[in-house]
Structure formats: structure tokens, C-alpha cells
């Protein structure tokens, strides 16, 4: 009894160590890089570190500072792992008596006043334009969302391997880039900021809508990147794109409950029950919103932040303001002409003008080669042809929508509404 009393308290310790790290993993590792120069061993020396806490933790409890701990511990690696590399050139010694120079394990140090410029170091280095975005997705999910390779794998459904890969290389393109671990320059911060915005929403969108795999929604992947959000809009206070992003990501939130039926499969947004929209999420993306809009002028996350609002203030589908989202898709389109946004644009119209006006505009899409392989532009058409009774051209572009997505459960019900209007009735949902 008392064995497995103890294994349950081990198990419990380690389960506390893991959570720990997973709030303030960002922390050490900006922290460490600030003094190693070097994110790709920070945040090594960062693992080292955890491998220590899940050995001594569980026995001797948590610090009072866990953060405190962590980076402590971290340097001390650092120093021991200069020091033993006395054949190193200078620069890497000089390095090394810098970071022992005074140097006294503190682990209740308070890490509150530097960490913020820490912090935005590492984002912008985890989000260099140097790096791919799939590298930077994975980078700053392990550098700053404090994942392990293998849930970023599990997340992104792909193997293991290659999102360690990935991280390795985006590591080392970094150091073969020289990329200085610094913030950048107030002119090349708003240069480099969009990269870094592309990164959290890259994230969140996986995670809403899966491009792969047999679950509609990953909304771990969700929490992750409305995290790094909410982080941001602390480190970069005065950006209204960044308020933007964070209040679009918080109002697409409020929907996850109501997204996916009891089968899991997806339940679409005029079918959805809103009253299990969250209306705390609402509050605070409505609030994110309103602060975007006294910043600047709306850029294009903030615009597609207003068109959720449109959508979350409407108590009912009926009560949507079409013509607004409407006008809204138009100017997203001059700020990032898209199809993608077109395509949008046609939606909105169509319930602002009737399908024929949508599908219209839908066709005029069907030429762009961006949109080839995109299934949701077969989709779409099949809804409005279905809507105007012409259900054979309906059925056969719901089948080709089915056969281009990579989510089973997306291809199931684009399926069953091809089912429907091979009936020659209109699709229930």
C-alpha cells in the first residue's frame, strides 16, 4: 500500500513539475538566452534544467520561485559546460567568465522586470523571417508555448522525427543566419511584426479547424496560441494588430463548445447552439477589439476580428449584419488582396444579397490556381447552387470538396450533403 501510495505521490509531483513548466518554460528560456547569446542552448540548458526539477522536485517540493530555480540551474550549466571547453576559442571563454562573474545560485530571485524585454527577444528571434513558418510554428511552441517535441508532432499530426527536425534546423539556420538575439529596432520591429503574428495564427487555425487527421478541432492548439496572444499584447502594448489578432482568436474561441456535435463531428455555424458560446471570451476579445481600435488604424487581423464581433453579437443567425461583414470582406481585400478572402466575401454576400449574387462571385474564383486544391471552394459552391434547387451541380461539387479535404470529419459531412442533393433535397446542415 504504502509502494503504490508512493508512486501515486511521484506520479502527482511529476505531474505538477510538467505544468510548472509549462507556464514558465518562456521565461527561463529568454532569460538563459539573454545571458548564453545563444536561443538554440538556451533552451537546452532549459531541458537540463527541467530534467533536474522532475529529479530533486518531487522529492525536496516545489521552490517557492520555480522560475527562479529553473534559470538558476541553467546557468550553472552553462558556466560548468564553459568551463569545460577550455580549447574553445576566446570569445566563448570570455563568455563564460561573464556569466560566472558574481555568480551565486539564486533561486528566489524575482525575474519580474527583466523577463518582459526577455520575453520579446524571444519571440522575435523564435519568429524570424529567416525561418519557414512551420519551423517557427514548432520553435515557438517549444520555446515559448513550453511543448514537447512529441505533443508538437501530435498536434500538427506529423512524425516525431520531423518536427524535431525542424526544430534542430530552425536552431541551426538561426545561428547560420547570425541572428543577434535582440529586439529589433522600433522601424524593423514593425517590419518583422506580422511574422510573428503569422506564427500564433498559423497555430491557432490548425488547431480550429485540423487540416488532417479524424478530429474536426485540436483545441489545445487553440489555447496555445490565444496564450501567446494574451503574452504579447503585454510585451507589445502599444500594436493594435496585435489586440486585433488576440481579439479575433479570443471570439473564434467562445465557439469551440458549440463546434462539435456529440459524434464529433463538426456543427456548422448557423446549426450551433449559442447560447454555449462563452461569453467570458466574447467580453474579452470585444474588449481586445475596442483597444485595437483606439491604437490605429484596423488592420487586416483586427477586421477579421470585427467580422467575429458581427457574428457574436447576433443573438440568432438572423440578426447577423451581412451587409457590414460584407463591407468588412471588401476592405480586408484591398489591405491583403487574397482569393481566400474573396471567397469569404462571396459568403457574405450571398446572405446579403441572396445566393445568386454570391455564387457569382464564388465562380469568378474558380480559375485562380491559389484556390485549385482548396476545398472549401467546391463547398461553398455546392451551398449556394443547393440553395438556389440546382442540386445535381450542387452534389457534384460537394463530392469534389470531399475529396480534396484531408479531415475525415469534414469529408463525412460534405458527403452527406452530397448524399442530400443527389435526394434532390436541400442539405440539413
Not at 48 to 70: I, K, S, T, Y
Not at 253 to 272: H, I, W, Y
Not at 314 to 324: N, S, V, Y
Not at 330 to 357: D, W
Amino acid at each position: 500500500m504504502r509502494q503504490q501510495e508512493g508512486s501515486a505521490g511521484s506520479a502527482e509531483a511529476h505531474r505538477t513539475v510538467e505544468a510548472v513548466w509549462r507556464i514558465e518554460s518562456a521565461k527561463v528560456v529568454a532569460v538563459l538566452a539573454r545571458h548564453v547569446r545563444d536561443v538554440g542552448w538556451a533552451e537546452e540548458l532549459a531541458q537540463d534544467a527541467l530534467v533536474a526539477a522532475l529529479e530533486q522536485w518531487p522529492r525536496d517540493g516545489v521552490p517557492a520561485n520555480p522560475a527562479a530555480w529553473l534559470t538558476a540551474v541553467g546557468k550553472r550549466r552553462a558556466i560548468d559546460a564553459v568551463r569545460r571547453r577550455q580549447t574553445l576559442d576566446r570569445k566563448l571563454v570570455e563568455l563564460g567568465r561573464d556569466l560566472a562573474e558574481g555568480f551565486t545560485p539564486d533561486f528566489d530571485a524575482n525575474l519580474d522586470q527583466p523577463i518582459q524585454d526577455d520575453l520579446l527577444r524571444l519571440v522575435f528571434t523564435a519568429c524570424h523571417p529567416v525561418l519557414p513558418a512551420p519551423a517557427r510554428a514548432a520553435l515557438t511552441l517549444r520555446m515559448l508555448g513550453g511543448l514537447t517535441t512529441t505533443e508538437i508532432a501530435r498536434a500538427f499530426l506529423v512524425p516525431e522525427s520531423t518536427i524535431a527536425q525542424r526544430i534542430v534546423r530552425a536552431k541551426r539556420s538561426l545561428a547560420d543566419a547570425s541572428v543577434p538575439y535582440e529586439t529589433p529596432a522600433p522601424a524593423e520591429r514593425a517590419e518583422r511584426l506580422p511574422s510573428v503574428l503569422e506564427v500564433i495564427y498559423l497555430i491557432f487555425n490548425e488547431g480550429y479547424s485540423a487540416t488532417a487527421g479524424d478530429d474536426w478541432m485540436r483545441p489545445a492548439l487553440c489555447a496555445d496560441a490565444l496564450r501567446l496572444a494574451r503574452i504579447l499584447c503585454g510585451l507589445m502594448p502599444e500594436q493594435a494588430e496585435v489586440f486585433g489578432l488576440t481579439a479575433l482568436l479570443e471570439i473564434q474561441t467562445s465557439r469551440n463548445a458549440a463546434r462539435v456535435g456529440p459524434d464529433g463531428g463538426p456543427v456548422l455555424l448557423f446549426e450551433q447552439d449559442r447560447t454555449r458560446w462563452n461569453r467570458l471570451f466574447i467580453r474579452r476579445g470585444l474588449a481586445a477589439l475596442d483597444r485595437a481600435r483606439t491604437l490605429g488604424d484596423a488592420g487586416p487581423y483586427t477586421l477579421q476580428a470585427e467580422i467575429a464581433a458581427c457574428h457574436a453579437r447576433a443573438a440568432a443567425p438572423a440578426d447577423t449584419d451581412w451587409p457590414r461583414i460584407a463591407d468588412l470582406y471588401a476592405r480586408l481585400a484591398t489591405l491583403v488582396p487574397s482569393p481566400v478572402v474573396e471567397l469569404n466575401r462571396a459568403v457574405a454576400v450571398s446572405f446579403a444579397a441572396g445566393p445568386a449574387a454570391g455564387l457569382e462571385l464564388a465562380r469568378s474564383l474558380v480559375d485562380e490556381p491559389a484556390l485549385a486544391d482548396y476545398h472549401l471552394l467546391p463547398a461553398v459552391l455546392g451551398d449556394l447552387l443547393a440553395k438556389l434547387g440546382r442540386y445535381a451541380e450542387a452534389r457534384v461539387e460537394f463530392d469534389r470538396a470531399a475529396e480534396l479535404t484531408g479531415n475525415e470529419r469534414e469529408r463525412a459531412l460534405l458527403r452527406e450533403r452530397a448524399a442530400a442533393c443527389a435526394a434532390g433535397t436541400a442539405p440539413t446542415r
